[in-house]
């Protein structure tokens, strides 16, 4: 498949709709296009991958290359149809074409390049569903299929800087208790004055390992609800807190460390989503250095939350046009994208 088919294959997939868990449709092109070019195609819910293995078996590490197929929903402020998928000058526009349509695409690219001769390691190339809205029948789902994963590459819009570090995330659902009373009397105990306080230690407590990417853990109450009526010391005060882990904690220390030093009751929505880095020695980071790649920490999530092994974030196009208005990508980031993961990955050694 040449470049020009490569970018038309991207254009087919942004005419597509594939918001969070209704992928199918562009799993479904993908896999018959790459079917009817002669791939031993896999495929598990709204997932799908290539792996070299089919093509030439090898029992060196196994490398992953990922990017999600699913997109957020249009912004009501859009211009143009966010599916037309059109081209001007250098620009393709569309929804998902630079989150994460132009990844996959890169991805799939140097894919096809590297397993056309022998490698060192065994490459799999997947694209996955359920990113955007953190779901679990994403990438979750493969990697039982694929077995011992050694190192993987996160295509997302990082304008091909390396992200070395990426936040993690956890929602905190807190609840400080007081008994109600008339508040014309000095009666009851008043769970606003109780919440005061522990969201005072949120908003200025710091913990002490501080990345060199990401800087400290942060902290942030978002929201608050108390109270039925005026006349009433309310019972019940309700906040939510956005932390977000900075490489250096995990969540389940983070967690613990809180529930040790507020009075409120602390209930996380979820733990999966784990903040990553990698460090500066592995012989990718190394390598990307020499090649003159900038690393950085990232503060948006993506599916490297969810890996247990060595991985960076890496990816054509700008995390800044991400889920706004009139998305683009450049063809030229695209090329450039290609020609990089190749320079990086060929005969590449763990």
């Known amino acids: 498949m040449s470049f020009e088919e490569h970018i038309g294959l991207l254009r087919q997939m942004i005419s597509i709709p594939s918001v969070s868990t209704s992928e199918a449709e562009v799993a479904d092109l993908l896999q018959r296009t790459l079917e009817a070019e002669g791939f031993t195609v896999h495929r598990k819910g709204n997932n799908i991958w290539l792996d ?79 990113e955007e809205n953190s779901g679990t029948q994403g990438v979750e789902l493969i990697f039982p299929e694929l077995g011992k994963i050694d190192f993987g590459i ?7 800087r390396l992200a070395v ?19 014309a009397r000095n009666e009851g105990e008043n769970a606003i004055y109780k919440a005061l306080a522990d969201i005072e230690w949120f908003r200025s407590y710091q913990f002490p390992k501080v990345s060199d990417y990401l800087g400290p853990v942060k902290m942030t109450v978002t929201m608050i609800s108390a109270g039925t009526q005026h006349n009433v010391v309310p019972d019940a005060c309700k906040f939510v807190v956005d932390v977000r882990p900075n490489g250096l904690y995990d969540n389940a220390f983070i967690l613990d460390y809180i529930k040790a030093h507020v009075s409120c009751e602390v209930v996380p929505r979820s733990m999966r989503r784990l903040s990553s880095h990698i460090e500066g020695s592995h012989p990718f980071v190394r390598k990307a250095v020499a090649e003159g790649l900038e ?13 247990s092994f060595p991985a960076v974030k890496l990816g054509p196009g700008e995390s800044s046009r991400s889920h706004g208005a009139d998305e683009f990508v450049c063809i ?6 290609i020609d990089t993961y190749i320079k990086l990955l060929d005969g590449f050694c763990l």
């Not at 030229?332 to 994208?337: L, T, Y």
Request: net charge negative; hydrophobic share 40%; with cysteine.
């Open 332 to 337: 030229s980031e695209i090329r450039s994208a």
């Open 295 to 307: 690393c950085f920490g990232s503060p948006t999530l993506s599916n490297w939350a969810l890996a």
């Open 154 to 160: 996160f295509g997302e819009p990082t304008g091909m």
């Open 165 to 183: 570090a990426e936040r993690g995330l956890m929602v905190l659902d807190c609840t400080s208790c007081g008994k109600s009373g008339h508040a």
């Open 52 to 130: 070299s293995a089919d093509i030439r078996p090898c029992d060196g590490p196994v490398i992953l290359l990922n990017a999600h197929i699913d997109t957020v929903k249009p912004a009501s402020s859009y211009t143009r149809d966010p599916f037309e998928a059109s081209v001007e000058g250098d620009r393709i526009y569309g929804l998902g074409s630079n989150d994460d349509g132009a990844s996959v695409i890169a991805l799939l690219a140097a894919f096809r390049e590297l397993v056309s001769r022998p490698q060192p390691y065994r490459l799999v190339w997947s694209a996955t569903a359920e």
